[in-house]
């Protein structure tokens, strides 16, 4: 990914593009009064990339649409190239673009059809249409796909052909609201080049929310909220500077994630997360990390290491101190499985096929009871599409495939009883609130009454979902679905857990609690098979692959898997190095 421009263009340095005074939004919602923004003052300058970073419910969605004119606030004015966001809303919008995070793309329509109507909205003069087109497909590698349906591009392309059709008409302001939420690592290097080519070459100014907190390092300025509040503004590195001497890198001769279930347990740990083959820590102020706090672990090596923006996020928030206020016995509630040696998924030749096209090409690999298992590759590689085999949401085209000891190819639904399945998009009924969420699936599991109500009251207590209870699904933020729709999953005690991108779009800390119970599971005998697009969560699999059309480029634990992939640098290597290498040079892929 690129590092940030310098710009030069003659629109830089004139003063700020955006001002903010004193800007406060509620919603009614459900009974309630949200408070999405309050008080919110800020100032941002032309021609730069400025991060807008907080967590699940912080305002920044709320925010960017009353930049773009869409909402009007309860109090304060919003200023936008000198104009009254909220007075002149039809002016802003001339000058500025909004891509959402569900950007609007007729999936019916072609890539051409939908770049047409774009620019028939946006009023784009006809014979400036196919210079700016060759244009938006060269950045974007559209070019060869015309032709094809919006429906029938990968994740990954649909994200690049929604910016292309933001920018049809140049605006000198460009909103973007989670633009690369759920699409690869290689994916998103190529949205951002697109971002900072326009700043660079046009002279735009670039305000973006993201949940990857690398990218936020890459900015020019940030701007964070929380609870709907300003707490901080500056540059990436003016965050991260107060955390020096406190960043730490600890290795042990125990499993990564057995060490940082132990280090974040202790009270003077902000932070404790997997990162390569170390854990990464943030410690309280004036609190030295010591190898005494690991007695029994063999040999203990702690390292200093330089802060970055994610410590600071991490820190600001309060640290680690509400996943350490979770039950540290983990789901006591489910089944305890003493062999872990035992293969729960085997999968041999198996393929499928959508008319002539190949989705699978007759894969392999199988995963053992206990273990975290990740499935990774690019948009469109066939992961998905494997995934859905696996829960016998589809049916295979050919090939061997036990989950369970079922034979999903004849009996899939006798398999189901003992699957939890998690999707990508929050799959539960929007319109029902969270217990009658969870009184629905605890029926459609089969669950006796007794049982539904002892396994609804331990998803309140253990999800920490009883202040939500009458909150309906659609009024949840993010992190708060998500735990929702992990406590549907494990209602009825499943022996195997499906998680598709469970991650997407959630910030860090809602992450950090995830895998928090997802290691408890593992620890209790329960085999989670996760795909995710967060290349330090694969960092958390035992073993993963990673697939591009269709085939396994590479099998193996992480180290495994970096070693095969030739990965080299001055620092150690990443997962996301070792992705982008196997999928742009698929001839270097070897199984681990």
């Known amino acids: 990914m690129p590092e940030p421009v310098e710009v030069s263009s003659v629109d830089a340095g004139e003063g700020p593009i955006l001002e903010l005074h004193g800007i406060c939004k509620s919603f009614r919602t459900t009974g309630r009064t949200v408070q999405a923004l309050d008080d919110v003052s800020a100032s941002v300058q032309r021609g730069r990339v400025t991060g807008l970073i907080g967590p699940d419910g912080a305002g920044k969605t709320t925010l960017m649409r009353l930049i773009a004119g869409l909402l009007r606030p309860d109090t304060g004015r919003i200023d936008v190239l000198g104009m009254d966001a909220t007075e002149d809303a039809l002016s802003v919008q001339e000058e500025t673009r909004y891509m959402p995070q569900r950007f609007g793309l007729y999936e019916d329509l072609t890539v051409q059809e939908n770049l047409d109507l774009y620019a028939d909205l946006q009023q784009v003069p006809h014979d400036e249409r196919s210079e700016r087109y060759r ?24 994200q690049k052909l929604g910016l292309a059709c933001t920018l049809v008409r140049p605006p000198r302001l460009l909103l973007l609201d989670e633009p690369t939420a759920g699409v690869d690592p290689v994916s998103r290097r190529e949205l951002w080049q697109i971002v900072y080519r326009q700043v660079e070459e046009a002279g735009m100014s670039v305000m973006f929310s993201t949940a990857y907190l690398d990218e936020a390092e890459r900015c020019h300025d940030l701007l964070l909220l929380h609870r709907g509040r300003l707490i901080g503004q500056g540059k990436p590195d003016e965050f991260s500077a107060g955390l020096r001497e406190r960043t730490y890198h600890v290795s042990a001769d125990v499993p990564k994630r057995q060490l940082q279930q132990k280090l974040s347990r202790i009270s003077g740990v902000l932070d404790a997360v997997i990162q390569g083959e170390h854990v990464r820590l943030v410690m309280k102020e004036g609190v030295v990390p010591t190898a005494d706090w690991l007695s029994g672990m063999g040999e203990i090596r702690i390292d200093p290491v330089a802060p970055r923006f994610e410590d600071s996020f991490i820190s600001i928030l309060g640290g680690a101190d509400a996943v350490r206020d979770m039950h540290d016995e983990g789901e006591a509630h489910l ?27 007759g894969i392999g690999f199988h995963v053992q009871r206990g273990e975290v298992f990740g499935l990774l590759g690019a948009n469109g590689a066939g992961k998905s599409t494997t995934f859905r085999m696996l829960c016998g949401l589809l049916p295979a085209s050919d090939g061997q495939l036990e989950v369970a000891g079922v034979n999903l190819r004849r009996a899939a639904a006798s398999a189901r009883s003992r699957i939890g ?40 207590e253990r999800f920490d979902l009883e202040a939500v209870a009458d909150a309906t699904g659609d009024d949840l933020s993010l992190g708060y679905k998500q735990r929702l729709a992990m406590a549907c999953a494990l209602l009825h005690r499943p022996d195997i857990l499906f998680l598709d991108e469970p991650t997407s779009g959630v910030d860090p800390l809602a992450r950090r609690e995830f895998w928090h119970r997802i290691n408890a599971l593992a620890e209790q005998g329960v085999t989670v098979l996760v795909t995710t697009h967060f290349m330090e969560e694969a960092e958390y699999c035992d073993r993963l692959v990673i697939m591009a059309e269709g085939r396994i480029l590479a099998e193996g634990t992480p180290q495994e898997i970096k070693a095969a992939a030739g990965v080299h640098g001055g620092t150690e290597a990443t997962m996301e190095d070792a992705f982008i290498a196997l999928i742009e040079k698929p001839e270097r892929a070897v199984s681990a």
């Not at 497909?137 to 029938?152: D, E, I, K, N, Y």
């Not at 499985?337 to 393929?351: N, T």
């Not at 539960?428 to 006796?448: A, D, K, M």
């Open 135 to 158: 244009e938006l497909m060269h950045m974007t590698g559209l070019a060869p796909f015309m032709a094809r349906l919006a429906g029938h591009l990968s994740g990954g392309m649909k």
């Open 421 to 460: 399945y998690m999707s990508q998009r929050f799959s539960l009924y929007g319109s029902l609130t969270v217990y009658e969420n969870l009184r629905f699936f605890s029926s459609v599991y089969g669950l006796s009454l007794g049982e539904r109500s002892e396994r609804i009251g331990w998803a309140f």
């Open 335 to 361: 089944h305890a499985w003493p062999d872990h040696d035992e293969a729960v998924i085997e999968v041999k030749g198996l393929k499928r096929v959508f008319g002539d096209f190949h989705a699978v090409k």
